[in-house]
């Protein structure tokens, strides 16, 4: 299903604004997030998504944020993977324990987002976050939302702090090799973490 642009209140404003943020909904920025697709695009077309992403990032306030993450009601993955990234890009960091909550009860897509900003942000306490989430889900075998991402970011993350959190999941028929649900290399999860990793840095140096 595609959101399209329409008037009609406060809320409805925030998502053409931020969620949508184009006048062609076949090209709505939540569809360029979704599943890392901005990393398909042509080189000049990603350099400009990524600009204004960065725009946007540094402009929104936490106010609005929060109004995407949390509306109160009926809530939306679109609008919540937007917010995401945005918090993501710009690290609001004031916004780990909200996205570490969502993160263990959303549903799918909106993770991918959760994950990324965890990972964004950089610190033990965000992969202890990633790490205590694949404790509680993987074992769910039955179960899967965004997983890959998360290992993805968790995986980053050792690299970058130092830390083998991710290793107890990896291990020889440990809980990632028996979750059915994985076709992912572990390799290519962090790869693609790592990738839009350095988006939001571009975006960041060009939305200034």
Do not use: K
Request: glycine share 8%.
């Amino acid at each position: 299903m595609i959101m399209t642009q329409t008037t009609g209140g406060p809320y409805r404003e925030l998502i053409d604004r931020y969620v949508i943020a184009t006048p062609a909904p076949d090209s709505a920025r939540y569809l360029r997030l979704l599943d890392g697709a901005l990393l398909q695009s042509p080189d000049r077309e990603q350099a400009e998504f990524l600009r204004a992403l960065g725009r946007d990032a540094r402009q929104i306030t936490d106010a609005d944020l929060r109004r995407l993450l949390l509306p109160g009601s009926d809530p939306n993955w679109r609008e919540r993977l937007t917010a995401a990234w945005l918090a993501a890009t710009d690290r609001r960091v004031q916004f780990r324990e909200i996205l570490a909550g969502l993160l263990n009860s959303d549903f799918t897509y909106a993770g991918q987002g959760y994950a990324l900003a965890l990972t964004r942000f950089g610190q033990p306490e965000d992969a202890d976050i990633l790490g205590a989430y694949l404790d509680r889900h993987l074992p769910q075998t039955h179960s899967y939302h965004d997983h890959d991402w998360v290992l993805g970011g968790l995986l980053h993350l050792d690299e970058a702090l130092g830390t083998i959190q991710a290793g107890r999941f990896l291990v020889p028929g440990g809980p990632w090799s028996r979750h059915s649900s994985f076709p992912s290399d572990p390799v290519d999860c962090r790869a693609r973490i790592a990738a839009l990793i350095r988006c939001a840095d571009r975006a960041m140096a060009a939305g200034a």
